[in-house]
């Protein structure tokens, strides 16, 4: 297995002669060292629900912990942002995806753990109840007024009638700006691209959308309307400026904070990874992946219930923050304070080598790691909420706080590459494996590189500096060893170079 990505060591030294023996070879994809989800980077009120919901639940603790992020982040609505420097500032919604197979109990995560959204959401519709019901009487009174006085209007005489008119106009338009108010709503199950926009609108730019499901993925990829539509979705996420006009409406959302909190099959991964258009404008880089391993066929037959005292304390917690952010129009903003700021920035420093398109553990994600310090500051947002409350905005966010949430941005770096190596986000990886089956396929222990590109597809391979990154990646893992070039000192085109194979190479277990 390899060293842990985020694991600063030195390179081998590469001048050392090769043993004539081979090593095992290394697979292209499947050998990522993914690291535990970090409970201990919560706040204690957060750790102990996820923790006991992990083992009432017996499912990886990977899953609870996500959620409970998606919950932050939906009880915070983009009420708050985090300062980072200058203009820099990231809003505190979030998305996230945990891949499971089926029988995982993600129903009855989801359920503990957005259990006090729904509960904040009923507190909140009682709140605003009456001055719905005012706004709806008043409305009413008007629109029947207005119809009084266009009836009264078209049977009066001609020299009173522009009068009427003027009146019944006047009276309409009253009618007509009286507002009221939307039911609050904080979580939506699988919605398309234009209810979110609808939702988003009428809830004061925000909403959350939670799923035990993969569904959404389907509806963005059009479902529905038979192309892709991600524009809500990625400005949802970014906070960008939305605007719709249209013969049937027009919605306006200066700040829109969209939070999504999904748990898919993995298959799933597969499939969102062929959405037309995922990578290049940015949808697939905007998620926090969680690839955990399941429980199932080692799960306790009776395991520890959750502990009443801190299923209490997660629910009020949970609705405390929900309802103290919910009339918030102009967000809270959460400082940082120096120290924490140059955590941030030497985490930045850190990132920034890695995401080299040549020779950067991220060079093939770019799209994705090119978000991860920004990422990071949005999760240390919702850890600072989580710890202070309603005082989350009198105090600055501290050098802990950055150092925990950098500690959950580097679990999700990793579950990140492997994820992107199920959807064969590496080009270079996917024609590796193709070189590597053509290999398997090949009856000699060597083959020259002409020899190899004839037998490739040359829509794939149409030159041999196609094929080169891919031999070096097959030779960096053991599966071929390039021979010395013979020159002869003839005229001439020069001998095409040589590669041993692996001996194993037919072995299908090893790759």
């Known amino acids: 297995m390899s060293a842990d990505l985020w694991d600063d060591v030195a390179p081998p030294d590469t001048d050392e002669p090769q043993p004539p023996a081979w090593d095992d070879p290394v697979p292209l994809t499947g050998n990522r060292m993914l690291r535990d989800f970090p409970t201990h980077t919560f706040p204690d009120w957060v750790r102990e629900f996820v923790e006991a919901v992990a083992e009432e639940t017996q499912t990886p603790v990977d899953l609870a912990g996500c959620v409970a992020l998606s919950v932050l982040a939906t009880a915070a609505g983009g009420r708050a942002v985090v300062h980072i420097r200058g203009n820099y500032r990231e809003p505190s919604n979030l998305f996230t995806v945990v891949a499971l197979p089926p029988a995982n109990r ?56 522009d009068a009427l008119v003027q009146t019944a106009v006047s009276m309409a338009r009253t009618a007509e700006s009286v507002t009221i108010p939307a039911e609050p709503q904080l979580l939506a199950d699988d919605a398309t691209a234009e209810t979110v926009i609808s939702l988003m609108d009428e809830q ?17 990829a059009g479902r529905y309307s038979g192309a ?35 748990c898919v099959q993995p298959q799933v991964l597969d499939d969102i990874g062929r959405i037309k258009g995922g990578r290049g404008r940015g949808l697939l880089g905007r998620f926090l992946y ?51 700021d140059a955590a941030l920035l030497a985490f930045q420093e850190r990132v920034e080598p890695k995401l080299a398109a040549r020779g950067g553990a991220f060079g093939h994600i770019s799209d994705w790691a090119g978000k991860l310090v920004g990422a990071t500051a949005r999760i240390a947002g919702l850890l600072h ?19 925990a949430a950098i500690e959950l941005g580097e679990y999700f770096a990793t579950h990140a590459l492997a994820v992107f190596d199920r959807m064969g986000a ?49 030779e960096d ?13 003839g005229r001439g085109r020069p001998p095409s170079p040589r590669y041993l194979i692996h001996p194993r190479i037919h072995d299908t277990t090893t790759g």
């Open 106 to 161: 993600k129903s009855a995560v989801f359920d503990l753990l957005t259990s006090p959204l729904y509960d904040a959401e009923q507190q909140l519709q009682a709140k605003t109840a009456p001055a719905i019901a005012e706004a709806q009487m008043t409305a009413r009174i008007a629109k029947e007024a207005a119809e009084r006085a266009a009836a009264k209007a078209a049977s009066a005489d001609v020299g009173e009638r």
């Open 204 to 220: 004061g730019g925000r909403i959350s959308v939670m799923s035990a499901e993969g569904e959404i993925f389907d509806i963005i």
């Open 228 to 262: 892709p539509n991600m524009g809500p979705f990625l400005k949802g996420h970014a906070g960008d400026r939305l605007r719709v006009n249209r013969q049937t409406r027009k919605e306006y959302i200066d700040h829109p904070a969209l939070t999504m909190g999904l």
């Open 290 to 340: 969680s690839l955990p391993e399941s429980l199932v066929g080692r799960r306790k037959s009776s395991p520890d219930p959750i502990p009443d005292a801190v299923r209490a304390t997660y629910a009020e917690r949970v609705i405390d923050l929900t309802l103290f952010l919910a009339d918030w129009t102009d967000p809270a903003v959460l400082q940082l304070t120096p120290d924490a």
């Open 385 to 403: 909420l989580a710890e202070h409350g309603a005082n989350a905005h009198t105090r600055p966010v501290t050098a802990d706080t950055v150092r």
């Open 426 to 474: 590496d080009p270079t990886v996917a024609r590796a494996t193709t070189v590597l089956e053509t290999l398997r396929n090949h009856d000699g222990i060597d083959i020259s590189k002409r020899d190899l590109l004839v037998k490739l597809s040359r829509s794939e391979f149409a030159t041999v500096a196609d094929l080169e990154p891919a031999l070096g990646l097959l």
């Open 477 to 489: 893992h053991g599966w071929v060893r390039m021979q010395p070039v013979q020159r002869t000192g």
